[in-house]
Structures are given as C-alpha cells and as structure tokens.
C-alpha cells in the first residue's frame, strides 16, 4: 500500500474566523477532519470530514453547523457512477433567518468535488488532480458548492489557472467563480498542493 503522510494545517480567516484540519494524504486521495468557526451572518462553529476516491474525487463529505440555539447537519456523497446523494437535518432557529439548506442535486451533474465555502483545504483537490501545483494550464470544472454556515448545496462552475512558481516551495493558481458574481483570487499553495494564502479568505498559521 502506498505510503500516506499526516498534516494539521490552519488558517486565520478574513474578515474573523479560524480553521484547523487533519489530513492523510496518499498519491492519489486524501481523507481529512477539519473544524472551523465564523462570525457572520451569525457566529457558528462547523465540524467536517471529507474521504476521496483515487483521482481526488469526492466520495463523502459531512458538515455540522451550530450556534446558539440551532443546528444544521448535512451528508453528500458521491457515488461511483457520479450521482450525488444528500441527507439533511436541522434542529432550532438562529437569530436571524438563514436559507434553507437544501439542495437542487439533479444540477450536480459533472461536479466531481464538494467546495465548502470559505474553507482553503477543498482548493486542494483540484489542484492535485490536474498537476497544478508546479505548472500546467486552465481547467474548468463544476462544484457542488456547499454555503455556510446555512449549508445549502448549489452547483458552482469555476475555473482553475496555473500562473507561476515563486520558489521551490511556492506556486500561484488562479481562481475564477465563472458565475456572474466573477469572483477571482491568486492563491498561493505549498508544495504539498495546500493553501499558503487565499486573499479575502484566509492565510496559513506558521
């Protein structure tokens, strides 16, 4: 069996929250459990865990979001002829109104990835998958992107760019959210394909 390595990464998130994750990456998937706190809309706590499939490609994600007096939990998975599959459970009310975490899982069609949104750990995949880290070109790609901290699934197409290499440990990726929000960033990773800095999402704690 090939030999995996075991990380703990974190990250200060902008504008206030923090991100802690465990990591067990082999050549060709990952497993990790990660826990993250936020403050807007409300200020909330989420736990997750993710497993993948040769390939980098999602096989299962949970999520748990709480706060003060609510909670929401929702399980996606992916199976193996690329159909997803979701179960959602809430508890309580928080004090103001969040959407409702449901998802629209016929418009995942072709999404090989869940992207939890303002988490730097699932910009790993897709880099891994199509060799980013060192070079390579444009991809583009469909999500199932998963909104916190409601926790509502929507599909999200976004593009992935190879710029450049800043040092033997530094490479820069460009992401584009080709919704028509046009979201796009410069991300920084290591050499291992994790996020260094995300600018308006979060940096790696040393």
Known sequence: MPARS??????????????????????????????????APVPYRLDYTLETVPGFVTERFTVSARGDGWMRFLDLRRTRSGLWEEKFKEEGNASVPLPLGRADIGALSGALDVDLGLSPLFNTMPVLRHAMVRGGGSVDLVMAWVSVPDLSVHRSAQRYSFLRVIDDERSVVRFESLAADGFVADITYDAA??????????RRIP
Do not use: N
């Open 6 to 39: 075991s990380r703990s990464i974190a990250w200060s998130k902008d504008p206030f929250g923090a991100e802690f994750v465990e990591v067990r990456l082999g050549q060709e998937d990952l497993q990790a459990t990660g826990v993250a706190v936020g403050g």
């Open 193 to 202: 394909g994790f996020v260094l800095d995300y600018p308006g999402i979060g």
